[in-house]
C-alpha cells in the first residue's frame, strides 16, 4: 500500500459517492447519505467511510491526496427549487422579452407522451422577472456567413452605447435588492466592448453607493452565437454560481481543516478538471452523471470496445449516455431542468426514474403512475419518506437487505414498507400486496429500458451493436429488468457500480475548454489567397483563447510550461441552418493552403463520422462559426488493474446463506454472497444475490453471473 491517494466524489440527489485509489491501483469506496444544505457534512463522512475500508484515517488521507474532486449538486438544486439570486439583466433594447420568449422550447424535459400535447405546453419559469430586465440602445454588428465585401463587416459599432440608460438601470436594481447583474447585448461574440463598457459603468454605481453586486457578461462567459441559450448560459451564472461557490468553498474548507493543502477541484460538463473558482461555474451544471461517461470510456478503451451504452440508476435519476466508434458524445448544447444553456456537455439523456421513485395510484381507475418525485436520501417508507417508493418494493420482495443500507449503518424498516404497500398499492388495487409490488417492477424496467432503446434507435443506432454498463447505488439491482427489455450485444457491471461515477471522475483529464464565435465563410468562389485569409481568423481566435486560457490557469498555479493545446472549430457547410459540427484540428495554425485544407477535412471527417457520404455538400463551401482550445494540464490517472484468473467456484468463505425472495409469482431461495469475497474467474448461478455494502447484485433463475481479469461482471 502506497501512501499517496487520489479523491473523487459524485454528490447525487441521494448518495454522496466517494473512490479512493491509490497508486497501485487499489480503489476503496465511501457512502453516505447527502446533506443538501451542508454538502461539507455528507463530504467528510463519505471520504471518512472510504478511508476505513482501506485502512487509514481520514486526515491520512487529506494530508497526502494528490488531488481531491468533487461533483455536486448545488448549481441543479438551486434551478429546480427557484431558490437562487435575484437577478438584473440589461439586454439590447427591443429583446426584453427574450428571458420569457426562449426560443419556444416548451417541450424540454417532457416525456414523449407530454410532447404531443402542445395545448398543454408551457414556457419554462424564466431565472429573472421581466421588471427586471432592462433594454439599452446599442448595437454591434454579427457580420454574415456570405462573401467578404457583400455587408457590413462583423464587430462594427453601428449604434454606440447610451451610458445613460445603462447607469438608469444600474441604480434601478440596486434599489430593487437586485443580488446579480448579468449583460447581454447582440452580437457581443464580434465585439465586446459595448458589454464591457456597460459593465464598468455598473460597477462604478454599485461602488458609489457603497454596495458589492457582481456584475457578469456574456463576453467573458459565453462568447458564442445563439443569444437565446447564450442569454440561458449567462442567466444560470448569476442565478447560482455564487451561492454554489459558496458550498464548494466550504467543502474544500473542511477538506483544508482535515489536512488537504491544495485548492479543491470539480468537473465540468465536458469532462474536464478545474478549480472550483473556475470563471464559468455554470460548466459545473449536472456534472456528477459525466463522470459515469467518461469512466465508461476508460473501460471501453482498456477491454478494446467500440460501442457502449452507459446507464446510471441511482435512487433519483437514470441517466444514459452512448459511446459510438470509441468517441465519447459530445453535445454543442445542455437540456437540464428544462432549460437549455450553450455549453459543450457530454451527451446524457435522464429521466426521473431511480429507486426512491414515489409510487401513486389512482383508487376510482385503479391506475399506478410513478414519479416524478423521488424520496432522495429519505429512500422510502422504509427510512422516513412520506410516500411508498421502488425502494420499499424491492425490500419487501427480498432483493434488498433492511440490515444491508449503506453497510448496516442505516436499518430499513421492512415491515413498515409491507403495511404501506398494502394499504396504498395492493387494496385500492383489489389485488396481492406482492402480486402488486412485480407490477410496480415491470413499470419501472420498462421506462428504464424504453429510455436506453429510445435514446438509442432515435439517432439511428441498433441496441445489438452495444455493451451494457450499467451502473450506480440501484443499477445491479435492476440489472436483470433492464436486460429483458434491451438487445443488447452483451450486459456487465462492476464491482464499484456505486462509486463509478466517482471513478470515472478520477479518469478525468486536467484541461480547460474555451470557445468563441468566429465569423469565417470559405466560400468556393474564393481564391486560393483569399482562402487564407479569411480563415487566418480561425487562428486569431486560437491565440486569443490560448491567452485567456494562460490566465486562467494561472491562477490556479499551473505556471505556462506545464499547459499544452488541442484545437478544434465548429463548422457547417453553407446554407445548413441552426446545427454546426465541432471537430479536433491536428495543429493550431493557418498560414498556407494546406492548413486551410485541414480545417476542411477535420470537418468533413467528423461530419462522415455522423452522416452518410451522400449527405455531403462541398459544393456550397464551409462555414465555420466557433473556434475552440482544450488547455491541458497532465496528472495522474488511476491504473485498472488486471488479476489473475482462479476457479469458477467461488471461495466458500464468500457464502452469506440464503434468503427468499419473490420471482414470478413464488417465492424462491437466492444464495447469498459477499461482494468483496469473489474473484476474477468465479461464476455465480442464479437465483442469487451478491451483496455489497453499497449495492445488490440480483441474478435470476436461469441467469449467471461471470467475473473477468479487470473483475468486470458479465452477465449471462
Given at each position: 500500500m502506497t501512501d499517496r491517494y487520489f479523491l473523487t466524489l459524485d454528490a447525487g440527489g441521494t448518495m454522496t459517492d466517494c473512490y479512493l485509489s491509490d497508486e497501485e491501483g487499489n480503489g476503496y469506496i465511501g457512502k453516505s447519505l447527502t446533506v443538501p444544505d451542508n454538502q461539507a457534512e455528507s463530504y467528510l463522512e463519505a471520504v471518512a467511510d472510504a478511508a476505513q475500508e482501506a485502512g487509514v484515517t481520514r486526515s491520512q488521507v487529506h494530508a497526502t491526496a494528490q488531488m481531491v474532486i468533487y461533483a455536486g449538486t448545488t448549481l441543479t438544486n438551486l434551478v429546480v427549487t427557484g431558490t437562487g439570486a435575484k437577478v438584473g439583466l440589461l439586454v439590447t433594447r427591443g429583446f426584453e422579452h427574450y428571458p420569457a420568449i426562449e426560443r419556444g422550447l416548451t417541450w424540454l424535459g417532457q416525456t414523449r407522451l407530454e410532447q404531443a400535447k402542445w395545448q398543454l405546453h408551457e414556457h419554462t419559469a424564466p431565472l429573472v422577472s421581466l421588471r427586471h430586465v432592462k433594454g439599452i440602445s446599442e448595437r454591434i454588428l454579427g457580420g454574415s456567413p456570405y462573401r467578404a465585401g457583400s455587408q457590413l463587416a462583423e464587430g462594427r459599432v453601428f449604434i454606440p452605447l447610451n451610458e445613460k440608460e445603462v447607469e438608469d438601470a444600474a441604480h434601478f436594481f440596486l434599489d430593487e435588492g437586485i443580488e446579480a447583474i448579468g449583460i447581454i447585448f447582440l452580437c457581443s461574440y464580434t465585439n465586446p466592448s459595448h458589454e464591457r463598457q456597460a459593465k464598468a459603468i455598473a460597477e462604478r454605481v454599485?461602488?458609489?453607493?457603497?454596495?458589492?453586486?457582481?456584475?457578469?457578461?456574456?463576453?467573458?462567459?459565453?462568447?458564442?452565437?445563439?443569444?437565446?441559450?447564450?442569454?440561458?448560459?449567462?442567466?444560470?451564472?448569476?442565478?447560482?454560481?455564487?451561492?454554489?461557490?459558496?458550498?464548494?468553498?466550504?467543502?474544500?474548507?473542511?477538506?483544508?481543516?482535515?489536512?488537504?493543502?491544495?485548492?479543491?477541484?470539480?468537473?465540468?460538463?465536458?469532462?474536464?478538471?478545474?478549480?472550483?473558482?473556475?470563471?464559468?461555474?455554470?460548466?459545473?451544471?449536472?456534472?456528477?452523471?459525466?463522470?459515469?461517461?467518461?469512466?465508461?470510456?476508460?473501460?471501453?478503451?482498456?477491454?478494446?470496445?467500440?460501442?457502449?451504452?452507459?446507464?446510471?440508476?441511482?435512487?433519483?435519476?437514470?441517466?444514459?449516455?452512448?459511446?459510438?466508434?470509441?468517441?465519447?458524445?459530445?453535445?454543442?448544447?445542455?437540456?437540464?431542468?428544462?432549460?437549455?444553456?450553450?455549453?459543450?456537455?457530454?451527451?446524457?439523456?435522464?429521466?426521473?426514474?431511480?429507486?426512491?421513485?414515489?409510487?401513486?395510484?389512482?383508487?376510482?381507475?385503479?391506475?399506478?403512475?410513478?414519479?416524478?418525485?423521488?424520496?432522495?436520501?429519505?429512500?422510502?417508507?422504509?427510512?422516513?419518506?412520506?410516500?411508498?417508493?421502488?425502494?420499499?418494493?424491492?425490500?419487501?420482495?427480498?432483493?434488498?437487505?433492511?440490515?444491508?443500507?449503506?453497510?448496516?449503518?442505516?436499518?430499513?424498516?421492512?415491515?413498515?414498507?409491507?403495511?404501506?404497500?398494502?394499504?396504498?398499492?395492493?387494496?385500492?388495487?383489489?389485488?396481492?400486496?406482492?402480486?402488486?409490488?412485480?407490477?410496480?417492477?415491470?413499470?419501472?424496467?420498462?421506462?428504464?429500458?424504453?429510455?436506453?432503446?429510445?435514446?438509442?434507435?432515435?439517432?439511428?443506432?441498433?441496441?445489438?451493436?452495444?455493451?451494457?454498463?450499467?451502473?450506480?447505488?440501484?443499477?445491479?439491482?435492476?440489472?436483470?429488468?433492464?436486460?429483458?427489455?434491451?438487445?443488447?450485444?452483451?450486459?456487465?457491471?462492476?464491482?464499484?457500480?456505486?462509486?463509478?461515477?466517482?471513478?470515472?471522475?478520477?479518469?478525468?483529464?486536467?484541461?480547460?475548454?474555451?470557445?468563441?464565435?468566429?465569423?469565417?465563410?470559405?466560400?468556393p468562389e474564393l481564391t486560393p489567397n483569399e482562402r487564407i485569409e479569411e480563415a487566418r481568423k480561425v487562428a486569431t481566435a486560437w491565440r486569443e483563447l490560448e491567452e485567456q486560457a494562460y490566465a486562467e490557469l494561472a491562477r490556479v498555479g499551473f505556471a505556462r510550461e506545464k499547459i499544452h493545446f488541442r484545437y478544434g472549430i465548429s463548422a457547417r457547410y453553407v446554407g445548413q441552418l441552426f446545427v454546426s459540427w465541432s471537430a479536433h484540428v491536428p495543429h493550431g495554425t493557418v498560414e498556407t493552403q494546406h492548413d486551410v485544407e485541414v480545417l476542411v477535412e477535420s470537418f468533413e471527417k467528423e461530419f462522415g463520422r455522423i452522416y452518410p457520404v451522400a449527405g455531403r455538400f462541398p459544393e456550397a463551401g464551409y462555414q465555420i462559426d466557433g473556434a475552440f482550445i482544450e488547455a491541458v494540464v497532465d496528472k495522474r490517472a488511476p491504473i485498472t488493474r488486471q488479476f489473475a484468473f482462479g476457479d469458477n467456484t467461488p471461495d466458500p468463505a464468500a457464502a452469506k446463506g440464503r434468503r427468499q425472495a419473490y420471482w414470478k409469482k413464488e417465492w424462491l431461495d437466492f444464495k447469498l454472497w459477499d461482494m468483496d469475497g469473489l474473484r476474477a474467474g468465479n461464476v455465480v448461478e442464479g437465483p442469487a444475490i451478491i451483496e455489497h455494502a453499497m449495492t445488490t447484485f440480483v441474478i435470476p433463475p436461469g441467469k449467471r453471473v461471470e467475473w473477468d481479469e479487470h473483475q468486470i461482471l458479465w452477465y449471462r
Open positions: 454599485i461602488a458609489e453607493r457603497g454596495q458589492t453586486v457582481p456584475v457578469v457578461i456574456s463576453a467573458d462567459i459565453c462568447p458564442r452565437r445563439q443569444e437565446s441559450t447564450r442569454m440561458k448560459s449567462l442567466l444560470v451564472e448569476c442565478y447560482g454560481a455564487e451561492r454554489t461557490r459558496a458550498q464548494l468553498l466550504a467543502v474544500e474548507a473542511a477538506a483544508r481543516a482535515d489536512q488537504y493543502p491544495y485548492e479543491l477541484g470539480t468537473l465540468l460538463l465536458y469532462g474536464a478538471v478545474a478549480s472550483i473558482r473556475h470563471p464559468r461555474l455554470y460548466e459545473t451544471v449536472v456534472s456528477g452523471p459525466i463522470g459515469g461517461i467518461l469512466g465508461g470510456k476508460a473501460l471501453a478503451d482498456t477491454k478494446g470496445w467500440q460501442n457502449v451504452v452507459c446507464c446510471d440508476l441511482g435512487g433519483t435519476t437514470f441517466d444514459v449516455g452512448a459511446i459510438v466508434d470509441g468517441l465519447l458524445p459530445v453535445a454543442r448544447s445542455l437540456d437540464f431542468a428544462r432549460h437549455r444553456l450553450n455549453a459543450p456537455a457530454l451527451g446524457i439523456d435522464s429521466i426521473g426514474s431511480g429507486a426512491g421513485t414515489e409510487i401513486h395510484v389512482d383508487p376510482r381507475y385503479k391506475r399506478v403512475s410513478l414519479g416524478p418525485h423521488s424520496a432522495g436520501p429519505q429512500v422510502g417508507v422504509c427510512l422516513n419518506h412520506p410516500e411508498i417508493t421502488v425502494a420499499d418494493v424491492d425490500l419487501v420482495l427480498g432483493y434488498l437487505s433492511p440490515n444491508n443500507f449503506l453497510g448496516g449503518r442505516v436499518k430499513l424498516d421492512r415491515d413498515k414498507a409491507l403495511a404501506a404497500l398494502e394499504e396504498r398499492l395492493a387494496r385500492p388495487l383489489g389485488i396481492e400486496v406482492y402480486e402488486a409490488c412485480e407490477g410496480v417492477l415491470d413499470m419501472i424496467h420498462d421506462s428504464l429500458g424504453d429510455h436506453i432503446n429510445g435514446s438509442l434507435l432515435s439517432r439511428g443506432l441498433s441496441p445489438g451493436a452495444y455493451v451494457l454498463l450499467v451502473y450506480g447505488g440501484s443499477g445491479p439491482l435492476h440489472l436483470w429488468g433492464v436486460a429483458e427489455r434491451v438487445e443488447a450485444a452483451a450486459v456487465c457491471t462492476v464491482p464499484w457500480a456505486a462509486a463509478f461515477s466517482a471513478w470515472g471522475i478520477s479518469v478525468a483529464e486536467n484541461f480547460s475548454r474555451i470557445e468563441k464565435t468566429v465569423v469565417c465563410t470559405l466560400s
